[in-house]
């Protein structure tokens, strides 16, 4: 496996990472600035725009409809990315991975179904925690793909952080526990867990997946994790009903929408949000190790639109 260079180049940012975004569907958008709201096919333009986003047909003439309602009398594009960012969840601006039981570390559970980056992800964040000063454990219960703990290890030592694996092929259940004591022990801050990728509509596999999430409520009672789905932008509209299909067998916090630099369709962020009720947590914009980054609505909105807010 090849990885990206050393933890200290510089992290990636979210301007550059919508960029294929805001040269797509949004350029569309851009241009309604200056039309006036009266006439009806800027509308019709601003609706195509969203469905090409990938907000899907529902939502965007959900959007162009609350749009049209705030009558803006010099740009129906103003209007409109009003009415995108009152899509996007509340969310506290102090939100951090941090513990909820004190003297316990914070437990990361992280979903989805294969190809869509978990490992790669579980690596940047812990990269990412390593930096600002925390202690991390990862547990490697994916246990099932070939050569997964063996890149999750890479991974481990590129941050510098502990990890705790069993025999290929192992309970992932017992993974986790013994990973859960381990954090304990060695006074740790996050715990980080890897799970296999699988299809939503595997009906066993989401059963151990819950397995799982019981195993944490035992070991750490009042623990409250936070479990993040990671989803691939490019996949669209698709990922849609694999999110809630493990958001019903799991309860997902949080969203991770990895590949957004590899999209032309950013969009999708505010039909997950809109969707699901839960936000969007981190977005990768590049392959580097740095390139994971918090998720801020306003920031996005401005990176996606190029442009001040209105």
Same mark, same amino acid.
């Given at each position: /496996?090849? @990885?990206?260079?050393?933890?200290?180049?510089?992290?990636?940012?979210?301007?550059?990472?919508?960029?294929?975004?805001?040269?797509?569907? /949004?350029?569309? =958008?851009?241009? #309604?600035?200056? *039309?006036?709201?009266?006439?009806? $096919?800027?509308? $019709?333009? &601003?609706? $195509?725009?969203?469905?090409?986003?990938?907000?899907? &047909?529902?939502?965007?003439?959900?959007?162009?409809?609350?749009?049209?309602?705030?009558?803006? !009398?010099?740009?129906?594009?103003?209007?409109?990315?009003? %009415?995108?960012?009152?899509?996007?969840?509340?969310?506290?601006?102090?939100?951090?991975?941090?513990?909820?039981?004190?003297?316990?570390?914070?437990?990361?559970?992280?979903?989805?179904?294969?190809?869509?980056?978990?490992?790669?992800?579980?690596?940047?964040?812990?990269?990412?925690?390593? =930096?600002?000063?925390?202690?991390?454990?990862?547990?490697?219960?994916?246990?099932?793909?070939?050569?997964?703990?063996?890149?999750?290890?890479?991974?481990?030592?590129?941050?510098?952080?502990? /990890?705790? %694996?069993?025999?290929?092929?192992?309970? !992932?259940? %017992?993974?986790?526990?013994?990973?859960?004591?381990?954090? *304990?022990?060695?006074? %740790?801050?996050? *715990?980080?867990?890897?799970?296999?990728?699988?299809?939503?509509?595997?009906?066993? @596999? /989401?059963?151990? #997946?819950?397995?799982?999430?019981?195993?944490?409520?035992?070991? @750490?009672?009042?623990?409250?994790?936070?479990?993040?789905?990671?989803?691939?932008?490019?996949?669209?509209?698709?990922? =849609?009903?694999?999110?809630?299909?493990?958001?019903?067998? *799991?309860?997902?916090?949080?969203?991770?929408?990895?590949?957004?630099?590899?999209?032309?369709?950013?969009?999708?962020?505010?039909?997950?949000?809109?969707? #699901?009720?839960?936000?969007?947590?981190?977005?990768?914009?590049?392959?580097?190790?740095?390139?994971? @980054?918090?998720?801020?609505?306003?920031?996005?909105?401005?990176? #996606?639109?190029?442009?001040?807010?209105?």
């Amino acid at each position: /496996m090849t @990885l990206d260079p050393p933890v200290d180049v510089p992290a990636g940012d979210l301007d550059s990472g919508l960029s294929r975004s805001r040269g797509g569907f /949004m350029s569309r =958008l851009r241009g #309604l600035f200056g *039309v006036s709201a009266v006439r009806e $096919e800027a509308w $019709e333009i &601003a609706e $195509e725009a969203l469905i090409g986003g990938d907000l899907g &047909a529902s939502l965007a003439a959900r959007v162009v409809a609350s749009a049209r309602e705030i009558r803006d !009398p010099e740009s129906p594009g103003a209007a409109v990315r009003t %009415a995108l960012a009152g899509l996007l969840v509340p969310r506290d601006p102090d939100w951090d991975l941090r513990p909820t039981v004190p003297g316990h570390p914070i437990v990361v559970l992280v979903v989805g179904v294969n190809g869509t980056g978990k490992t790669t992800t579980i690596g940047k964040l812990a990269i990412r925690e390593s =930096l600002a000063g925390r202690r991390v454990v990862l547990a490697a219960a994916d246990t099932f793909r070939a050569a997964a703990s063996e890149q999750l290890r890479i991974w481990a030592d590129r941050a510098g952080v502990d /990890m705790v %694996a069993h025999a290929p092929g192992a309970d !992932p259940g %017992a993974v986790v526990f013994d990973a859960l004591d381990a954090g *304990v022990a060695r006074g %740790a801050d996050i *715990v980080i867990i890897d799970t296999a990728g699988r299809l939503h509509t595997k009906q066993n @596999l /989401m059963d151990e #997946l819950a397995k799982i999430r019981r195993i944490v409520d035992r070991r @750490l009672p009042g623990a409250q994790p936070e479990t993040l789905f990671v989803l691939d932008a490019t996949t669209g509209q698709n990922g =849609l009903a694999q999110a809630a299909a493990f958001h019903q067998a *799991v309860g997902l916090t949080g969203i991770v929408l990895t590949k957004l630099d590899s999209s032309a369709r950013g969009g999708i962020v505010f039909a997950i949000e809109d969707h #699901l009720k839960i936000p969007v947590r981190y977005v990768g914009v590049g392959e580097g190790s740095r390139d994971l @980054l918090p998720f801020d609505p306003g920031a996005f909105i401005t990176a #996606l639109y190029g442009t001040p807010g209105p």
